[in-house]
């Protein structure tokens, strides 16, 4: 992909920017566009190389055209850009709600539509970037498009069907734990233990964690009996509670 062109300048697009950046990717030219002149200054002042843009006119006319914009905004941006975008083109929504079959009707059959739901781990490349392809999308073009997000993180081709699913465990899964996190590395602190110790044994501590539960071949609860002292025991089923409660419903909302 020679050219890129990123419709919308909010988190997710400095997130890709600065994981391209980070693994040496660049473009011949690399485009974002926004009605919001603040973010687009925002852009041009921290990557001077990306060219920037409130003209509909000039917008979806690269190889690659990543669609992230919020979901309202989803129908009425398709709309502006469907004269503009080349039938050869990629078409890549970070957006959920909205199938690839709905985005390739509305572009009147556009043949190289994709979804992606990139996570913010992305930023320091280590994301979690499911993607999804149209049945006619070029193998080609899917090859290259595979290869260019593989140094940004996980990157793995799923069902079109699971996007909305990703999106609540792997892209929001970060705010549910990051509070946490920081908070034990406060309490770290106070226990005796420098930023360097207490960020290391977090670290290590969470990458043990997931590979004893997911890869030790121990049921959950043989895992849990590993450790006897359970300090937040008494609050484990009302935090259960909260996740049925609000990640069901935040999936119901977004799903198509």
């Known amino acids: 992909m020679k050219t890129i062109e990123f419709i919308g300048g909010g988190r997710i697009t400095k997130i890709i920017l600065r994981a391209f950046e980070n693994a040496g990717i660049a473009f011949e030219n690399t485009t974002v566009y926004d009605v919001n002149d603040e973010a687009l200054k925002a852009i041009k002042a921290k990557y ?52 690839i079959e709905k985005i390739s009707e509305v572009l009147g059959g556009h043949t190289n539509t994709a979804r992606m739901n990139p996570s913010a781990s992305t930023i320091v490349n280590r994301g979690v970037n499911p993607i999804a392809f149209a049945t006619s999308f070029d193998p080609l073009k899917k090859n290259e498009i595979l290869e260019l997000f593989k140094p940004l993180g996980s990157t793995t081709e799923v069902s079109d069907s699971k996007i909305e699913a990703y999106a609540v465990i792997s892209a929001m899964g970060h705010t549910y734990f990051n509070f946490q996190l920081q908070k034990l590395k406060e309490l770290a602190l106070s226990f005796g233990m420098d930023e360097a110790e ?29 450790v006897p002292v359970k300090p937040m025991g008494e609050v484990e089923g009302t935090i259960k509670d909260y996740y049925d409660l609000y990640l069901n419903g935040i999936y119901n909302k977004i799903k198509p």
């Open 48 to 99: 001077p190389q990306v060219n920037v843009t409130s003209n509909p006119e000039e917008i979806a006319k690269s190889n690659l055209v990543i669609l992230a914009v919020h979901p309202p905004m989803v129908m009425e941006v398709l709309g502006k850009i469907k004269a503009n975008l080349q039938s050869g083109s990629v078409l890549l929504s970070y957006s959920p709600k909205f199938t």
């Open 198 to 226: 207490a960020k290391s044994t977090i670290s290590n501590m969470l990458w043990g964690t997931t590979e004893t539960l997911f890869n030790s071949e121990l049921s959950y609860d043989e895992v849990a009996d590993l």
